[in-house]
Structure formats: C-alpha cells, structure tokens
C-alpha cells in the first residue's frame, strides 16, 4: 500500500492508527484473561460485597474517594510493615470498577477493615480534625444526615452480575453459591431478598451508632470494615502467593 | 535559477528531500538522524531484548516468559515451623519482597534483640536498658501505624472518645499483662442506659452523688438520695463501678473517685449544673457498641504486641 494512499484517505488513515495503538493494549492486557494464575487461587474465601456495603461502595466512589486513597498494597517492605499483607488481585476479583489507584495523599485503604472501631470511622468520616489532628481530609458530614437510598439495590447488583459477579437471581445460581460461600453468605448474595437483607445487616451491626435511622454512614462504614479482611493470611504458607507471578 | 528551499551551505543534490512538494515549491529534507541518538536508539532496542531474557515479559499461551532472573529466599513453613530455603524461584516482586524480609529478620541486631524479647517477661525488658531502647524504636512505628489514628500521636486520647494512655488511669487495667490482653483481643464498653429505668430527677441525685466521689459536689439531701440508688438495687451502679467508685478492671468500669474523666469531659465544665447535666445526659444513654478497642491478633504478631504493651505502659509512667 502507497504512503500516499493512506495519507490521502482520512478513513483508512483512522482505521489504521487504531490497529497499530491498539496493539500495546492487546498485548498487554489480553493474556490476563487466559492465564489461569493471575487471579490467586485462595478457596473461595473473598465473596462479592453484601447489598449493604454495595451500596457503601458506590458512595466511596461517588464522594471520590480514590481521588486521595489507593486500595493496593504492594509488595514492598514499607508497605508490608505499616498497611500489612500486599493485595492480591483475587481481593479486587468482584470490584468493578476496581479501586486500586496510586494516589495516595491519604494513606491506603486495601486493609482498614476492622482496623478501627465503627465510631472511630463515623467520627472521622464526620470530622476527620477531631481525631487527627494533622488530617487534611475534607469533613463528609452529610452522610450521618442522610438516609440511604436503598430503592434500586437490585438494579445495582444486577448490572455487576451481568459483569459476572455471583450475585444469584435464579435458584440453579443461589446453590451454587451455597456450595462455593456457604448458606449464610449465599442468603447475602441473593438479589431476590437484597432490600430484607440491607436492612438486617444494618440492624444487626449497627454502624452509624444511631439504631433509628438507616444513613449513608451505615453504608459506608459496613463497606471499610470489610476491606482486605475476607482473605485469612495465617492460612497461607509465607511465599505460597510469589508462586502466582 | 536559485532554488530556495537549499541553504547557502549545501549544494544542489546534497540533501534529498523526501520527494513531496506543497503548495507548488514547498519541500522537506530528509537529513540523517544525528549518530549520537541513532546509536542511543540501537542501545534501547538491544536493551528490552536483555531485559525479556532477564525478567518476566512476554504471555505465551496460558503462562508467560519467567525469564532467566532468579531468587532465594526463606520461608517458615507453617506446618512444621522449619525453615524452608526456596532457591532460584523466578524472580518476580513477591519474591522479591520475600527475601528482603528475610534478610530484614536475620539482620543480626535485630534477630539478637527480637530473640531476646521474645524471650524476656515484660519486666525482664523494663529492666534493661538495652532492650527498652530497642522497644522505644520499634514500639514508636508500631504505636504511630496503628494506634495514633484513635489515641493520638504521643497517647494523649480524646476526652469522650479515646482513653487517654499516658495518664495512670486505666479502665481495664494497665499492668503489662492486661495492655498485652487488651491489645491481642480487644475490648468492648458497655453500660446500661439508665434513661428508661430512672426517673429524671433520680438521674439527677445519681450525677450529684457521683460528682461527690471526687469532690466536685458537696453532701447535700439530694447526695444521700443519689447514694442510695447508686448503692442500692434501684440504680445498682455499685455492681460495676463498685462500693467505693473505683471502678472494676475486669468489666473495664470506670473510677469515678477521681478528676480523670474518660467519657464525660466534667473537667471541661464551669458550674456545677453544668457538670451534672453532662453525667445525667451520658447516664440516660449508657454505652452500648460506642466504645470498641479492636483486636488486633490478626494484624500483629505476638511480639509485636507485647512490645507495644511495654510502650504503651512506658508511655503512662509505668506505675502499675
């Protein structure tokens, strides 16, 4: 093909730009969908996020958060020493978008579930200032005064399922969840029953510690309080996941 | 005819031009690279062909390039708590990490000291020196990664929120062996809401009778009424807080008989009212899933804790 063809043809010219800056992409990101390892291999244990910290999420995302906070630990001695094990991308296998980031004006969040107590993150969700003194972190205290929105929890986790997370519609899906999660957790999983189980997870665990009212705080916290806990680390021989890069 | 698209310098045909023409004489040389950056250029390309063969690169099929790069490091292995050397693994950043560890672990000084703490009681290590410098360094990183966010920097806490751990104050005890007990598995505050079951004004006696424990409030009609509901089956405030106010460690209860203040910030307040109305209004709610010390067994290692017990304990004068 002439060089004068091409650049005298404004559509083929496109065509053919598209193919060549295409081709890093492909070569980069295609092959992590067949090789089995990228995902690690850790039993079943990280499951998709519950209705209620689902919608937690989507208010992390809304406020931006990622804007200052990564939720990825690498795997350098610094960050094994103060934020703990380094993420594993089967951690973030249910996330989409995942949250990963690499801006870091506040510290990494991959870990701070259960790390602080539910009233530690509603005060400094509130009022960061008043329990870090040196924060820069903006005030969100909106969240303690607004009801959560929980009316369209079943469109939510059925757009992730069509993505392939298990949240499970039908009763061939909730079995298999049985079998992969277990019952409790299948129950948390299943759309048919999202809004019951948003609104028992909420009373069971009260996060806000305000029992009279269901806020976006509630949300929030369930959904920080369960981040990077679901993998147990002591399972694991130390070295068991170098075995996957 | 001079052809203008030349400099003064270059003869005609010297430079070839790369054969378009715009606009009628517009023309563009095609000039050599300079060698300097072609060779630069040569160097990267034989560049990226070592660094395939050196380190991870390329998918193939389901598996990719490893690379000829390797590295050793060592492992415990849980099952038998033997040390594992894993040899020429591929090297990849997670092995990498490993065996930075590891050599971090077998540091000599480090290893000496860990091994040493590891093996004294916390008032073994009190008593050296040597050993309470080693715990000061470490104990610092430790307290600041995972304690300051809720207690402060230096251990101050915040009044209502946080107990404050450089006083000799302790809700649940502060002998090195209950912080080592409070750290590993955490606490959980509670006290009943007396809101329901007392009336507004019995709550009121109650906050005057308490206020008198630590002389804040002088005896007066309303403290004998007071007394006696806290004394008595009515209020029973004695059963965790104790005949004589000082609070049990076992139940995490407060001491009422002196000026610290945990929860309500009565320090803070000017007139006497203004202190009862804060006991009264804390009183009415309790504590009920407000007050949480996390566990932190799955996030530090049993070392680990104990030395932040010893700073921890350090850090409040070390007096019980």
Same mark, same amino acid.
């Given at each position: 093909m002439r060089h004068e063809q091409i650049e005298t043809n404004s559509g083929l010219m496109l065509l053919l730009i598209l193919v060549v800056i295409s081709i890093g992409g492909l070569v980069e990101i295609v092959p992590l969908f067949y090789i !089995?390892?990228?995902?690690?291999?850790? @039993? &079943?244990a990280v499951r998709p996020y519950t209705p209620l910290e689902l919608r937690g999420r989507d208010i992390y995302i809304r406020e931006g958060c990622y804007l200052c906070h990564s939720q990825q630990i690498r795997p350098f001695r610094d960050e094994w020493l103060r934020y703990g094990h380094y993420s594993l991308a089967a951690e973030s296998? %249910?996330?989409?978008?995942?949250?990963?980031?690499? @801006?870091?004006?506040?510290?990494?969040?991959?870990?701070? &579930?259960? @790390? %602080?107590?539910n009233q530690w993150q509603v005060q400094h969700l509130n009022a960061?200032?008043?329990?870090?003194?040196q924060s820069i972190m903006p005030n969100y205290p909106w969240l303690l005064q607004t009801d959560l929105d929980y009316s369209d929890i079943v469109g939510r986790m059925r757009a992730l399922r069509w993505t &392939?997370?298990? %949240?499970?519609?039908t009763q061939a899906e909730y079995d298999a969840n049985v079998k992969i999660f277990g019952k409790a957790t299948a129950d948390l999983l299943d759309i048919n029953q999202a809004q019951d189980t948003l609104l028992k997870q909420a009373r069971d665990r009260e996060?806000?510690? !305000?029992?009279v009212r269901l806020t976006e705080m509630d949300a929030l916290v369930a959904y920080l309080q369960v981040l990077g806990t679901m993998v147990d680390f002591t399972q694991y021989d130390e070295g068991y996941f170098t075995k996957f890069r | 005819m001079s052809d203008n698209t030349l400099n003064a310098k270059q003869k005609p045909g010297a430079v070839q031009t790369t054969g378009h023409s715009w606009d009628g004489d517009l023309q563009e040389y095609t000039n050599p690279l300079p060698r300097w950056w072609l060779w630069c250029f040569y160097g990267t390309v034989v560049f990226s062909i070592l660094y395939w063969f050196v380190y991870p690169s390329w998918p193939m099929?389901?598996?990719? $390039?490893?690379?000829y790069g390797t590295v050793d490091y060592t492992i415990t292995d849980k099952a038998t708590g033997k040390q594992l050397e894993k040899k020429?693994?591929?090297?990849?950043t997670r092995a990498l990490l490993q065996e930075e560890l590891g050599q971090a672990a077998n540091d000599p000084k480090r290893k000496e000291m860990l091994a040493k703490v590891q093996a004294a009681t916390p008032e073994q290590i009190v008593q050296n020196p040597q050993m309470m410098e080693f715990v000061r360094s470490v104990g610092k990183g430790l307290f600041g990664d995972?304690? +300051?966010?809720? *207690?402060g920097q230096g251990g101050q806490g915040v009044v209502g929120l946080y107990p404050n751990l450089?006083?000799?104050?302790w809700l649940w005890g502060g002998s090195t062996a209950r912080i080592q007990e409070t750290l590993t598995l955490g606490r959980k505050g509670f006290m009943p809401a007396f809101g329901t079951v007392l009336k507004p004004d019995q709550l009121d006696d109650v906050a005057e009778y308490v206020l008198t424990l630590s002389n804040e409030a002088k005896p007066s009609e309303a403290v004998e009424r007071g007394k006696a509901l806290f004394q008595?089956?009515?209020?029973?405030?004695? +059963?965790? *807080?104790g005949a004589d106010g000082k609070g049990l460690a076992a139940l995490g209860s407060?001491? $009422?008989?002196?000026?610290?203040?945990?929860?309500?910030?009565?320090? +803070?307040?000017?007139?006497l009212q203004d202190k009862k109305t804060q006991i009264t209004n804390f009183v009415a709610v309790?504590?009920?899933?407000?007050?949480v010390m996390p566990a932190w067994q799955n996030r530090l290692t049993p070392t680990d804790i104990k030395l932040l017990a010893v700073y921890v304990h350090q850090l409040s004068g070390a007096k019980q």
């Open positions: !089995n390892e990228t995902v690690e291999d850790v @039993k &079943g296998q %249910y996330d989409h978008p995942f949250q990963w980031g690499s @801006k870091r004006t506040g510290p990494d969040l991959a870990r701070v &579930g259960n @790390k %602080y107590s960061p200032r008043s329990v870090v003194p &392939g997370v298990p %949240y499970s519609v996060f806000d510690s !305000n029992p | 099929g389901k598996g990719w $390039l490893k690379g020429d693994q591929p090297w990849n995972n304690c +300051a966010a809720c *207690h450089t006083d000799n104050d008595g089956q009515a209020g029973g405030c004695y +059963a965790c *807080h407060a001491n $009422l008989t002196d000026k610290i203040w945990t929860i309500v910030d009565v320090s +803070a307040q000017k007139t309790g504590v009920n899933n407000t007050r």
